[in-house]
């Protein structure tokens, strides 16, 4: 029994011409010779893979649709209503605003125990940093920087393979430091492979202050995401320059 609904959804815009579809593949349990293809599997012949990408490119975050048969809706957490811990069993002292959360780790400061993932060089995380970072920033805890946006920066400047200047790293690191408050919180730069032949860590730590960096050793669990889209051919030529895998090849 499959809990996936393969060939069609509203995150890729398409559609079965069917209600009843085969469970194997998803297509329509009568596939229509001259149909005009709004399935993931028709759109996909034509525009390849770009068709089975989430839409609008850029501009959403996606979930998935897999119906599992067991969820956290089927349990309950049921929590104690006497005594106290860690503060006075009083009814005065022990409030809802009178929780300390905070977290050191080593040097590190957190007014909260968590921080955000890594947000990297893609358009929605681009586009999406201010509020991120500033709200990181204010509650006191850590922000990611994801891999490759130094990479990918069309105003990045190399010498000798190794970036020196990045206005969009800078930008990032720059909102969170001007915000940031006591101390708390942190923002942690990723590396992966090509930001490690860029020199990414040694230039953030060296010429912009930060502390905190992951090495990434692979993509992980990430099935997509891991790409971006790219506009036009100049901007396609100036990655493959830079060593980045395009494709199709410029």
Known sequence: MSFSRPNFSEATNTRLRLKDYSPFSGMCVTCLDGCPGYCEIGRSAIRGREYIYPKPYGKVTSGSQKDYPVDFSHFNINGTCVGAQGVAADPDVATFPNVDIELRLGDIKLRAPWFTTGLGSTFIARDNWEGVAIGSA???????????????????????????RSPEMERRIRLFQEWQRDGYGGVIVQEN??????????????????????????????????????PDIKRA????????????DP
């Not at 509650?139 to 970036?163: H, I, S, Y």
């Not at 030529?237 to 199709?248: M, S, T």
């Open 193 to 230: 492979v090509e930001d490690s032949r860029f020199g990414t860590l040694e230039y953030v730590i060296e010429q912009l202050g930060i502390e905190f960096v992951e090495i990434k050793w692979g993509q992980g669990a990430k099935d997509i995401g891991g790409e971006i889209k790219l």
């Open 237 to 248: 030529k100036q990655l493959k320059d830079r060593g980045y895998i395009v494709f199709p």
């Open 138 to 164: 204010l509650f006191g805890t850590m922000v990611g920087v994801g891999e490759n946006v130094c990479g990918v920066d069309p105003e990045a400047e190399f010498r000798n393979g190794k970036v020196i």
